[in-house]
Each structure stands twice: as structure tokens, then as C-alpha cells.
């Protein structure tokens, strides 16, 4: 078994990890049935974190990093693509996607969310007002994209069968829930939107990188190969640099700076590539209090608009950072492909 995995750390740590993240899905979703309102609280959150933990299983098997066949990489990452909910378009889509944010040095999209507020205002204002009661209204209509997205994009056209089938089926599972158990609907809703709020916490203030609208463009990447630059504009968000531990709660994702440097080392030996690149010097990540201000304070205003002239940017954004001082930004999970 150790033979199939690319390292022989990653039995422990990648089989570890998926099956955490295929048993908290399965123990918290059956726990959302129980007549105990505190098991079902607690079932709750473990399968809300189970679905973070494959999202970010996904991460690894796009980079190739769990299994040293491609394909094994492959049939993983499309598993739990399934189980953190993001199986509607495919997983190559999600691989293609990211694979362009680390060469082209860029947020490289196809949709355009600030014309789309700027084109429907009331949506916008109800955008908002969910966000100000910290309802990830942002995420929804990203994931609402993600789920019709063979009829919203013209360059997935043809994959409008597999679209249809796999609508088919999670909606008629859900729809069950509605009808015949609507608390556990109620309950895998909370736990999908800590899913979403979990994975943009993170992503919000990784790059100062505006976005692109050249995912389905054949035109010249402006940054492509420019390392350093990639550097400066990335930053680190671990949840603790003392504590190490804690940082597997999202498998050492916050650790972004080291991922960028080489995004060929798994998520177990980030935190020792972070400290061969900036020692145990706080003062190059992003505390964790003030990721918790920005999240807070900024809610509203990240929506839209977070990027102008004024805007601090490289090393200055990372000051700023520290200093909760930064809107961060939204739309960036690698989850949705476009």
C-alpha cells in the first residue's frame, strides 16, 4: 500500500486525511439524524470540517501530490470532489484552473463578478446584507454558477449530460432531506456554508493579485515565470506558527508562500519549507488575530471593489495585513473553476 503513495510520509498523513475526511462525512451525516439536538449540533460541525479536509484533498491530488500514478491522483481528487461538493463541473476544470493561477502568476477567471453586480444592483444590495449577517451570499452565487455551469458557460457546453446527471442526483438526495427529514437538510446547509466560509478565509488574503478574464484566452500571461514578483504578492496565513498542529485543521493551507515556491511539496512539509524560507520570523505571516479583524471588519466591503490605486500592495500589503488594515478578498476559492 505505502508503494502507491508519491512519499512514505504520505500513508500516515494523506491516508490519514482521507480517512478522516470519508469517516467524518459518513459518521457526522448519519449523526445529522440522531434525535439529540447536541449530537446533531456536533455531527454538524465534523462533517462541515470533513468537507474542508477533502476540499483541500482535492488541492493535493490537482497538484499530483497523494499518489505517484497521475491517474490514481485523479480518481482521489474526483472523490472527494464529490464529497466537498464541487462534482458539478469536473475535476480537470478545477486542476486546469489552478494549474494556470500558479504558472501564469495571476487569479485567472472567466467570470466577471464586479460587472455582474455593477449589471444587477438588487442583487448586490441583497449580497450585502446577507454578508453583513455573515451568510456567504458571495460564495452562493459562485457554487450557483459551479452547479448549472455547462449552461452558464459557452466553453462547457459539451459537458451538459454529465451536468444534467449529477444535478439529478444530488438534488433528488437533497430534495428527500426537504421533504422527509428537513433537519437534517437544515443541517448539512450549516454545515456546507462552514465548508465555503472555512476555504475563503483562507483564500481572502493569500494574493493581491486582481483578477484576469483570460482563463479561456489564448493571450500572453503578463507574469508568467516572474517568481520573485509571485513572492511579494503572495502571504501566509497560518492559523498558528507555536502550535503546529493546528495548522492541520486545513492541511497546512495557510503555509501559502512555501506552496508557491514549490507547489510540488506535499501539505505535511510545508511548514518545514515555510521555516527554511523565512525562519521563525513572525513577522512574515499574517497573525491570526488579524485575519479574524479583517474577516470581521470587512465583510461587506470585500464584495466589491477591494482593489484601486490606493490599494497596498507586496510587501507593503503584508504590513497592512498585519496590521488588520486590508479588505481581502472574495470569489477566489480553487473550488470554482471559472
Not at 461538493?85 to 466577471?112: A, C, L, P
Not at 521555516?275 to 497573525?287: D, M, S, Y
Request: proline share 4%.
Amino acid at each position: 500500500m505505502e508503494n502507491i503513495f508519491k512519499e512514505p510520509q504520505g500513508i500516515t498523513y494523506n491516508g490519514g486525511a482521507m480517512l478522516y475526511s470519508i469517516g467524518g462525512y459518513v459518521t457526522g451525516f448519519l449523526g445529522l439524524f440522531n434525535t439529540s439536538i447536541s449530537i446533531n449540533i456536533i455531527s454538524a460541525f465534523l462533517l462541515g470540517h470533513a468537507m474542508i479536509i477533502a476540499a483541500y484533498l482535492v488541492h493535493e491530488c490537482s497538484h499530483n501530490l497523494v499518489f505517484k500514478k497521475i491517474r490514481f491522483n485523479n480518481y482521489v481528487g474526483e472523490l472527494f470532489s464529490w464529497i466537498c461538493g464541487s462534482s458539478y463541473g469536473t475535476y480537470k476544470d478545477i486542476q486546469h484552473k489552478h494549474f494556470r493561477h500558479h504558472v501564469d502568476v495571476d487569479d485567472v477567471v472567466w467570470f466577471d463578478y464586479e460587472s455582474f453586480f455593477e449589471k444587477n444592483p438588487k442583487i448586490f444590495l441583497v449580497t450585502k446584507i446577507l454578508e453583513w449577517f455573515y451568510i456567504p451570499a458571495h460564495e452562493f452565487i459562485m457554487h450557483f454558477i459551479m452547479t448549472f455551469s455547462s449552461f452558464i458557460i459557452p466553453e462547457r457546453r459539451n459537458q451538459q449530460f454529465r451536468n444534467i446527471a449529477i444535478i439529478a442526483i444530488r438534488f433528488s438526495i437533497f430534495g428527500f432531506l426537504i421533504v422527509f427529514f428537513p433537519k437534517v437538510a437544515l443541517f448539512y446547509t450549516f454545515s456546507y456554508i462552514l465548508l465555503m466560509t472555512v476555504l475563503r478565509f483562507m483564500d481572502s488574503i493569500q494574493h493581491d493579485y486582481p483578477y484576469n478574464l483570460t482563463l479561456f484566452s489564448n493571450e500572453k500571461p503578463l507574469r508568467q515565470g516572474e517568481y520573485e514578483w509571485e513572492q511579494t504578492h503572495t502571504y501566509s496565513n497560518p492559523h498558528s506558527l507555536n502550535v503546529e498542529a493546528l495548522n492541520w485543521l486545513t492541511l497546512n493551507f495557510g503555509f501559502h508562500n512555501a506552496h508557491h515556491d514549490n507547489m510540488t511539496i506535499p501539505w505535511y512539509q510545508l511548514p518545514q519549507k515555510h521555516r527554511e524560507l523565512f525562519g521563525n520570523n513572525a513577522e512574515t505571516v499574517v497573525p491570526f488575530s488579524s485575519q479574524i479583524k479583517i474577516f470581521h471588519k470587512n465583510r461587506v466591503s470585500r464584495i466589491y471593489g477591494n482593489h484601486d490605486e490606493f490599494a497596498p500592495e507586496g510587501s507593503e500589503y503584508l504590513i497592512a495585513a498585519r496590521n488588520a488594515e486590508v479588505s481581502g478578498g472574495n470569489a477566489a476559492s480553487f473550488l470554482t473553476s471559472f
